[in-house]
């Protein structure tokens, strides 16, 4: 089956220490997106790749970046974390036919819970 | 600048139909959706309806969608336990498509 996929499912790791998560799709979507959603709150958006153009939000820190090696692959690399950055990361991806025009529907991944020691 | 609000919790009972109600504020929005999402888990959509519709059916879902109201609804009917979830209503960006995300509804579901 065509999907959005994520590993690991959970993530934990240390104040300050470089992590990275991973997102994979068989779905051949040209946008890739990555979210962050804390505990009760709505999923934000932290930045989206369209094909190979990057695409940050304004208000998405400078600690976390992202890379997008190919079509399908997206990872998310969060240089120095802190205790606030402990939340579910959220990847999905959509058709979209230009920059500048809605895409068709977004589909997500389960999911990447991360907790920061 | 955009915003899409819900109201936060809803219990209900089993075999009951449960509303759950958004409000949105940008009027050039193309879609709507309803995702949801249970304890742990990432967002699946569950619907859709685009701005030029007013309803759309889908099984035990109704869509409802006041555009002059900018309110949006979704009902389940006989809803039962396993729909205990959280629900997110979600407006489309239209440029570039960045869905804008409620804060979601809490459904509780009582045996």
């Known amino acids: 089956d065509a999907m959005v996929i994520q590993n690991p499912r959970y993530q934990v790791t240390q104040f300050g220490k470089p992590v990275t998560l991973s997102c994979s799709q068989t779905l051949n979507h040209n946008v890739m997106y990555w979210y962050q959603q804390k505990s009760s709150q709505a999923p934000k958006l932290l930045f989206h790749?369209?094909?190979?153009?990057?695409?940050n939000e304004a208000d998405t820190p400078d600690n976390f970046q992202s890379r997008r090696p190919n079509t399908s692959f997206c990872f998310l690399d969060i240089r120095s974390p802190g205790l606030g950055d402990a939340a579910m990361y959220l990847c999905?991806?959509?058709?979209?036919?230009?920059?500048?025009?809605?895409?068709?529907?977004?589909?997500f991944g389960p999911g990447t819970r991360l907790l920061v020691l | 600048g955009e915003d899409v609000e819900q109201s936060l919790f809803l219990s209900v009972r089993e075999g009951d139909s449960s509303v759950i109600n958004c409000t949105y504020t940008d009027s050039s929005s193309t879609y709507l959706y309803w995702y949801k999402q249970e304890p742990g888990a990432g967002l699946q959509l569950l619907t859709y309806i685009f701005s030029n519709m007013d309803m759309k059916q889908d099984q035990r879902l109704t869509v409802l969608l006041n555009k002059k109201d900018k309110h949006l609804s979704l009902r389940i009917a006989d809803t039962q336990t396993g729909d205990s979830a959280i629900y997110f209503c979600a407006e489309k960006d239209n440029q570039g498509g960045k869905l804008i995300f409620g804060q979601g509804t809490e459904l509780s579901v009582k045996p």
């Open positions: 790749y369209y094909d190979k153009d990057f695409n």
């Open positions: 999905a991806t959509s058709n979209q036919p230009s920059p500048d025009r809605a895409g068709e529907t977004q589909y």
